[in-house]
């Protein structure tokens, strides 16, 4: 499995979520088709199963961004992130109730709910209580990965730091061993020097 860092460096983040939720799309299209050609006599053609899916999917790829940003300021927040819990059971159960007002407005809007007899409101709660625990899943999903993303980042931050100091710390021991040769280097080369003047090579001194 490729690093979180190395997916973003070849490919954008938002294209990495749309993505995503574009495979959920077609797993789930299959789904309501072959739903459709097993309890429906004429069943749907793909594009419509595809059509019925889609609006689940994007609807949480557009509010990634949103659990994303209250993911950072509960991580962020020393206060939050002590209820990070109950918070996130929280903004998960509003995200689920907000998603599943928008995706049932669809459904009516389309006509779908029409084609079971529902009105918005039978609809809203038949889908509140059976698809609540799936949007709650979904949002966990989604806080996860942010997590995730995170403690990669930083263990990668710290990798980084750990090896700058270690190139310190060998560039400061070579500057020490530097330090303590050159008194000695100095010392013989002095030394060597006394003892040719005392033996009289005065010129060989000189050179």
């Known amino acids: 499995m490729q690093p979180f860092s190395t997916i973003e460096r070849r490919v954008p983040w938002p294209l990495v979520v749309l993505g995503v939720a574009l495979t959920m799309t077609a797993v789930d299209a299959s789904q309501v088709y072959f739903n459709y050609a097993l309890l429906s006599p004429h069943g749907i053609p ?6 019925r899916s889609a609006p689940m999917w994007l609807l949480w790829a557009g509010l990634t961004p949103l659990a994303f940003g209250f993911a950072r ?24 109730l907000a998603h599943i ?5 669809l459904s009516v809007w389309a006509g779908w709910a029409a084609e079971w007899g529902y009105t918005y409101e039978v609809l809203f709660v038949k889908s509140l209580t059976s698809k609540v625990a799936v949007h709650l ?14 403690n990669h980042r930083r ?4 990798e980084r730091a750990t090896a700058h100091l270690e190139q310190r710390l ?5 500057q020490a061993l530097r330090t303590q040769l050159q008194p000695h ?12 003047v005392l033996k009289g090579e005065t010129q060989t001194a000189i050179r």
């Open 137 to 150: 899943l979904a949002y966990g999903a989604i806080v996860g990965t942010f997590y995730a993303r995170e």
């Open 185 to 196: 280097f100095l010392f013989n080369t002095l030394n060597a020097i006394s003892v040719l």
């Open 155 to 158: 263990y990668r931050e710290r």
């Open 73 to 96: 300021r509960v991580a962020e927040d020393r206060f939050w992130s002590c209820w990070a819990v109950p918070l996130h059971l929280l903004v998960g159960f509003g995200f689920a």
């Open 170 to 174: 060998a560039e400061a021991r070579l």
């Open 101 to 105: 007002a928008v995706a049932t407005l």
């Open 46 to 51: 793909c594009w419509e199963a595809i059509l």
